[in-house]
DNA sequence: CTGCAGGGGTAAA
DNA sequence: TTTACCCCTGCA
């Protein structure tokens, strides 16, 4: 581990606040000056905009600029997406604007397995609650500057928790899919190295949906957000819903439409790009 | 202060 | 297709 620095000239599409609060993590907090700092992948970093220009510095187990490069997703053209997305109708050019700096991580994805499992009918305070507590308990300790960080733990430091434990931590009734899921990913039941190296979305969705506390949304959460990154998903939750039955459907129960149907106009209107559509949607809509 | 609905879904009936 | 599920928060 070794304190570097890294700065980020004249960024574009890149604000703090569009990628920590979009809803696709649960580490960064702001600090006091309005930057964020964050664990990930076993490094510490924080991150602050100067003007146009980002300023990552930290604590990294390998060359800072590749790692942030690879987690923010720096080498992806985020104007040319938004560009594409804005031109489908106006209110994609409307929410695109409102959350024009969002990147879409890339998250370790057992990391992000374990976290969207955790955020099954839950809100954010207390997932991310839930998250610090398993990283102290079962992480690693990282001092940077004087402070204290966890790194989220691996499925092996995992492995002898018992449902008994989570369940202390807050878990509630995730306790046991916690501990199953742990448990299909140690006996490789699942197997994640397998899983990124396969192309096909639809047959990484199916294995996801094996795990315990994975069904459809989580599933679509975890290959959009983490370091699978696949774009052609469209995960629906009740905000999404929500903003395409606005926009799009206009049933007076948005409750009573199908999830096909949300689906099949996803993909009718955003193709390939449907689940960068989502996330500047959502945003848009639960910010509104 | 007590009571109760509901939250960024899943699994079981 | 409907319902219970743990825990916390907001609000009547």
């Given at each position: 581990m070794k304190e570097q620095e890294y700065i980020l000239k004249n960024a574009n599409s890149f604000e703090l606040k569009?990628?920590?609060?979009?809803?696709?993590?649960f580490r960064w907090n702001e600090e006091p000056d309005g930057s964020y700092t964050g664990v990930f992948k076993g490094n510490v970093i924080n991150v602050k905009k100067i003007g146009k220009d980002v300023c990552f510095k930290g604590l990294c187990n390998g060359n800072i600029k590749g790692i942030v490069e690879d987690y923010f997703d720096l080498n992806r053209d985020y104007e040319k997406i938004k560009h594409t997305l804005a031109k489908i109708d106006k209110n994609m050019e409307t929410s695109v604007n409102h959350g024009s700096g969002i990147r879409i991580l890339n998250q370790d994805l057992w990391e992000t397995i374990i976290s969207f499992i955790i955020s099954a009918n839950n809100n954010i305070p207390r997932i991310k609650g839930i998250i610090e507590r398993i990283s102290k308990n079962y992480g690693d300790k990282i001092v940077w500057e004087g402070k204290e960080y966890y790194s989220f733990p691996t499925a092996k430091q995992l492995e002898n928790v018992t449902v008994e434990e989570y369940r202390k931590l807050g878990l509630g009734f995730r306790d046991i899919r916690l501990y199953e899921t742990?448990?299909?990913?140690?006996?490789?039941?699942?197997?994640?190295?397998?899983?990124?190296?396969?192309?096909?979305?639809?047959?990484?969705?199916?294995?996801?949906?094996?795990?315990?506390?994975?069904?459809?949304?989580?599933?679509?959460?975890?290959?959009?957000?983490?370091?699978?990154?696949r774009f052609d998903v469209f995960p629906i939750d009740v905000w999404v819903r929500r903003v395409m039955n606005d926009l799009y459907i206009k049933e007076a129960d948005e409750t009573k439409v199908s999830k096909k149907r949300i689906e099949t106009l996803a993909k009718e209107k955003f193709g390939d790009l449907q689940g960068l559509?989502?996330?500047?949607?959502?945003?848009?809509?639960?910010e509104a």
């Open positions: 569009d990628i920590f609060d979009c809803g696709q993590c742990t448990k299909m990913i140690l006996d490789k039941k699942v197997d994640l190295e397998k899983l990124k190296k396969e192309p096909n979305t639809l047959i990484v969705r199916e294995e996801l949906l094996k795990l315990s506390g994975v069904g459809p949304k989580v599933a679509d959460c975890i290959l959009l957000f983490s370091d699978l990154k559509a989502q996330q500047y949607l959502f945003y848009w809509r639960r």
